[in-house]
């Protein structure tokens, strides 16, 4: 079982930058598509970005250019490296992950069966 905990959320200032963090202790972070999905107040969750097991990243074209997904096989985790942060940005931000060598590059969260706590991210203007 994939036991994903995130970290690093905090509020910060428009402009600034933050970066999350998601540890796997339950499987190998490189043998999985870790997925970041995030759900602003009042709305659903959406599709953040992911990295696969295969090391391709891809993101929702909105957020291209401003937030980055690298992944540390040594720390078995994976990060969210968000720069030049709007106020919209604000969410509870999740790490998600598949099973073991999913194929192709899933969005959906029906996709994605392990998912951790969330971490709050809040932007102020």
């Known amino acids: 079982q994939a036991h994903l905990v995130e970290s690093g959320g905090s509020t910060v200032q428009a402009g600034g930058s933050l970066r999350l963090s998601c540890v796997d202790s339950?499987?190998?972070?490189?043998?999985?598509?870790m997925g970041w999905f995030r759900q602003p107040p009042g709305t659903e969750r959406e599709f953040v970005g992911a990295v696969t097991w295969q090391d391709i990243t891809y993101y929702t074209d909105s957020l291209k250019g401003r937030f980055t997904i690298s992944r540390d096989n040594a720390k078995n985790a994976v990060y969210l490296q968000m720069n030049s942060l709007k106020p919209d940005d604000t969410a509870v931000y999740y790490c998600?992950?598949?099973?073991?060598?999913?194929?192709?590059?899933?969005?959906?969260?029906?996709?994605?069966?392990?998912w951790g706590q969330g971490t709050q991210v809040t932007v102020s203007s």
């Open positions: 998600a992950a598949t099973v073991p060598f999913a194929r192709g590059t899933p969005r959906r969260e029906r996709d994605y069966p392990y």
């Open positions: 339950g499987r190998t972070v490189s043998e999985q598509i």
